[in-house]
């Protein structure tokens, strides 16, 4: 890619890897947050499929059954107040060198039924230092009795609360 808009280089990366087939029932959307660090930084975090504690607000808690691969699960716990307290979820795929991390939820006591979600990041420059461009997006089953706008609302909620936590840590000098 010649092009070094930010805004296009954006619209790129979210045509490459970002768009979730959907049936009627189901909804999707596309996140992103500028995080003022290097990508390798900002990687190391988000790739700890083992621990999304480090950054995923309402996480409790993770157990990993097996280590950090494709196929291998992980139980999460929630924090009390919100509608649930476990989800269980697969690690589909985790690339090192391209930074993308895939997972979809197989279960648990909670509304996301179908859940899928996929990070990527992306180095850029802010201000004449590296920077990094997380993108996630995500696709589910809309809850009976809700409408895709309100799925949409209450996904998108978690995964800003996610990107500002992550943007904190990874912002703070090492």
């Not at 890897?17 to 947050?33: G, I, W």
């Not at 950054?55 to 059954?65: D, E, L, N, P, Q």
């Not at 690339?95 to 997972?103: A, G, K, R, T, V």
């Not at 089953?141 to 943007?167: H, Q, R, S, Y």
């Amino acid at each position: 890619m010649t092009n070094t808009d930010p805004a296009l280089l954006e619209g790129e990366y979210i045509a490459q890897r970002h768009h979730h087939e959907t049936l009627e029932h189901q909804a999707s959307s596309v996140l992103s947050k500028r995080i003022r660090a290097p990508v390798d930084v900002v990687w190391s975090t988000v790739r700890k499929f083992d621990e999304p504690q480090n950054y995923k607000t309402f996480v409790k808690s993770c157990i990993m059954h097996g280590d950090v691969r494709p196929g291998n699960i992980r139980e999460v716990c929630v924090i009390s107040g919100l509608p649930a307290t476990t989800s269980l979820e697969m690690l589909e795929m985790l690339d090192d060198e391209q930074h993308i991390m895939c997972y979809r939820v197989l279960g648990g006591d909670h509304r996301l039924r179908n859940y899928k979600s996929v990070v990527t990041l992306h180095p850029e420059t802010m201000n004449g230092k590296p920077g990094t461009l997380v993108i996630e997006s995500f696709s589910v089953d809309v809850p009976d009795g809700n409408t895709k706008d309100d799925a949409k609302f209450f996904v998108e909620a978690l995964i800003k609360c996610n990107l500002k936590t992550l943007a904190d840590i990874c912002e703070k000098p090492q």
